[in-house]
C-alpha cells in the first residue's frame, strides 16, 4: 500500500469528534499536502482519500484546488498547475473548464498530444466551449494535424462568431495553406471585432 496509503489507513481509522475551524483549516491544508504529494508520485488513488478529507474539512475544496491550478499557469508553473488541475478532476470529473485549463498546461510543456486529448475531455462535456476548440486547434497545428486544426478553428468561430483568436488562427493557417484571399478575410474579420471590442468599452 506503501507510506501514503498507510498513513491514509490509520487517519480514516481515527474516531471522529468536533473541532474548531482553526483545526478543520490545519487538517486541511494538511491533507492537502498529502494528497498533493501522492498526485506527484503517481499514487493518485491515496490522494483522493486525502482530497475526500480535505472536502470533509472544507467544502469548497474543488474551488481552491481549481484556483491555485489557475494561479499556477498563469506564473508560468505548468508542472505545478497540471498537479491541481488532476487533483481538481479527481474530485470533479466532469469540470469542463479545468480539462480545458489542464490543456493549457500541457500544451505548455509541449505535451500536444495530451493537451489534445483534454482538450477532446472538455468539448465532450461542453461542446459549446469554442475556448476549447481554439486551443484545440493549436494544439493539433504543433502536432502538425492542419486540416483537423482548421476544422476546430472554424468551429470556434461557428460558436462564437466575434472570436477574433479564432480568426485570426484560421487566417494563419489560411496563409500557410497558400489560401491568401481567404486569409485576409479572416485576418480583416479579426481586426474589425478587435475594432468593436475596443469601441465599446
Not at 19 to 34: D, H, L, P, T
Not at 134 to 141: D, E, K, T
Not at 159 to 179: I, K, M, Q, V, Y
Request: charge should be negative.
Amino acid at each position: 500500500m506503501g507510506f501514503f496509503g498507510d498513513l491514509l489507513t490509520k487517519l480514516n481509522s481515527i474516531p471522529e469528534k468536533s473541532v474548531s475551524a482553526e483545526e478543520a483549516q490545519k487538517s486541511f491544508e494538511a491533507n492537502i499536502f498529502f494528497a498533493k504529494t501522492c498526485f506527484e508520485r503517481g499514487e493518485s488513488d491515496s490522494g483522493l482519500g486525502f482530497l475526500n478529507m480535505a472536502m470533509l474539512d472544507n467544502p469548497n475544496c474543488i474551488t481552491i484546488l481549481n484556483n491555485q491550478g489557475i494561479l499556477s499557469l498563469n506564473e508560468g508553473d505548468d508542472e505545478e498547475a497540471l498537479v491541481f488541475f488532476d487533483m481538481t478532476l479527481a474530485l470533479s470529473p466532469k469540470y469542463s473548464d479545468v480539462w480545458r485549463y489542464r490543456g493549457e498546461a500541457l500544451q505548455n510543456l509541449d505535451r500536444y498530444a495530451e493537451a489534445v486529448a483534454s482538450y477532446d475531455k472538455a468539448i465532450s462535456i461542453n461542446p459549446n466551449d469554442e475556448n476549447s476548440w481554439n486551443n484545440r486547434g493549436v494544439a493539433l497545428l504543433d502536432l502538425g494535424m492542419n486540416n483537423e486544426a482548421l476544422s476546430s478553428y472554424e468551429q470556434a468561430i461557428t460558436l462564437n462568431p466575434n472570436f477574433a483568436l479564432a480568426w485570426n488562427n484560421r487566417g494563419n493557417l489560411l496563409r500557410h495553406f497558400g489560401r491568401d484571399k481567404e486569409a485576409e478575410v479572416s485576418y480583416k474579420t479579426a481586426i474589425d471585432i478587435h475594432k468593436k471590442q475596443i469601441n465599446s468599452r
